[in-house]
């Protein structure tokens, strides 16, 4: 197993347990302290923090503060009720930790429109990793990865500023061992290495007008990591003009009588994203600065 580089220095932020199986061989590499937003237990109630737990284990890394906080019922709760104040308080908590422990780097989710809880836990990353530069003087560096896409598509022009990982025989089977004893995640990991998605093999019809880019080309692909640079905002605007694809999901579960509201982008995470935005200029000291002089 390779060595650990700057152990304690380096974070990583995913919104469900199995997420870091994605960036497998950077965690072996770099054993990261790994935040968790849910617990990962969907409609059935069952959480798979423990998998997680394991995998850490087996990697060297080891759980950060935020664990398994919430379920997955009360996440996508929060954001139906515009629940703002649960999600700056997490960021706010993500700050000081990134401060107090001299956080170096911090990796996690990127928003795809897939899952609405990815891209929130990613608009939480985004403001806690400027509340720690603007507030605390921290310099981290802030990278995503992808959940869903492959991971070597990223475009030509951004790759020099990217983190690759090419993974050898060994990292890669260990990888593949992983994820396949992820007992609680085994339908979506099959379908994942198929080079498909298990979405759309329960519901086909989804896949007639899908804009969502994801990986068909099949297990090989999983053995390129890639880590990339974050555009410093914290408003994505790649939804402006096009449905996520969570939207065309939820409107489905709708009409099946599974779920009783869609949660909508401009509706529900958009919001989110304005409030956060606004809690960190709220933050900065040259806001606070502005506020007792009465400029």
Not at 21 to 47: A, I, K, M, N, Y
Not at 135 to 164: K, Q
Request: charged letters at 25%.
């Amino acid at each position: 197993m390779p060595k650990s580089c700057s152990a304690g220095r380096h974070f990583i932020f995913i919104a469900h347990p199995g997420h870091e199986l994605c960036v497998h061989g950077w965690l072996e590499t770099v054993r990261p302290r790994v935040f968790v937003l849910t617990d990962g237990s969907g409609r059935s109630g069952q959480s798979r923090i423990e998998a997680t737990t394991n995998i850490l284990r087996q990697a060297g890394a080891e759980p950060g503060s935020i664990y398994g906080r919430l379920t997955d019922a009360e996440i996508y709760q929060a954001i139906l009720d515009h629940d703002f104040e649960l999600f700056l308080e997490i960021a706010e908590e993500f700050a000081e930790r990134l401060a107090l422990d001299e956080a170096e780097s911090v990796a996690g989710d990127a928003i795809e429109g897939f899952n609405p809880a990815h891209d929130v836990c990613r608009l939480i990353i985004n403001a806690a990793v400027e509340i720690a530069r603007c507030c605390y003087g921290r310099t981290i560096v802030n990278r995503d990865f992808l959940l869903v896409g492959p991971h070597d598509s990223y475009p030509p022009e951004l790759r020099a500023r990217a983190t690759w990982l090419r993974l050898s025989d060994d990292a890669f089977q260990r990888k593949l061992k992983m994820a396949r004893g992820f007992q609680e995640l085994r339908s979506e990991i099959d379908a994942a290495l198929d080079g498909d998605l298990q979405v759309l093999r329960q519901n086909a019809e989804l896949g007639a007008n899908l804009t969502l880019q994801y990986n068909s080309l099949g297990l090989e692909a999983y053995r390129v990591e890639c880590l990339r640079p974050v555009l410093e905002n914290l408003i994505d605007q790649d939804f402006a003009n096009q449905l996520p694809f969570y939207e065309t999901y939820g409107e489905l579960r709708v009409a099946e009588g599974n779920y009783q509201s869609v949660i909508r982008y401009r509706k529900h995470i958009l919001p989110i994203a304005n409030a956060l935005q606004d809690f960190v200029a709220q933050r900065s000291p040259l806001k606070l600065l502005a506020t007792t002089t009465g400029n």
